[in-house]
């Protein structure tokens, strides 16, 4: 029987768990630049750096006194999944489309990847650079690099769908590749593992409770000799009988 439910490195006590389900969550990914490799056409447009990819940075828990669903549990701190490259195309937020000043400017409250709580706003979140010494760094837009990407440095919100497992402890764990690849397939993967060791703790019970309702071999009685006994016992009151 498997007793604990292992998931991006924890393990929970199916036995302990009280109840599990997926919500969406709204996510933070920034841009991450990099040196440019084509240095025919950096040294013809004047651009150093390009636009690598996305990366996860934060999930937002409220805003401006609106309380999101994941804002009711604690979020797991992210491992090993920290190291997946989520790639595509620059996401714009609908601030970058419309232009509206006003929604950029919101106040998140916002939980980070190390799990750590923090309020921001949108476009004040650092873009990130790396160089391709191994060096890492983050660029805010006072920054003079900040203006010299020449890219869309704003992050970029999206809805990810996410694990949440109320325990001894809350558990929330982000899919779309932030921390495991499918949340759903891990909520259906849960809720296989919990029926089979519900149903195996139901058949122990029964067979417990059946060895329980069997009587103890000491109250049986073997009836040979008194049997026997009784036998000679009607013989003699037969021949007895009869002699008279």
Known sequence: MTEYFNICGTRIAISAIKDFRTIQVEFIFRPVFRESKKLLMSA????????????????????????????????????????????????YTIADKLKLKAFKRQKYQCVNLAGRAFTAYLDDIPAKMLWDDGRTAEVYKEDKLYAELNEITTPGVEYITALVIKANDAFCFYGNG???ADAIYEFERLRREQEAFLNDKKQKKIGSSEKKALPLFSTFHIPGKNIEKKENDYS?????????
């Open 178 to 180: 932030i921390q495991v």
């Open 44 to 91: 013809i447009s004047g651009k150093k750096y390009e636009f690598a990819y996305m990366e996860p940075y934060a999930a937002i828990i409220g805003q401006q006194g609106h309380k999101s669903e994941l804002g009711e549990y604690k979020a797991k701190t992210f491992k090993e999944a920290l190291g997946k490259d989520i790639s595509g195309a620059v996401i």
């Open 236 to 244: 003699e009151q037969s021949s007895n009988t009869w002699d008279e």
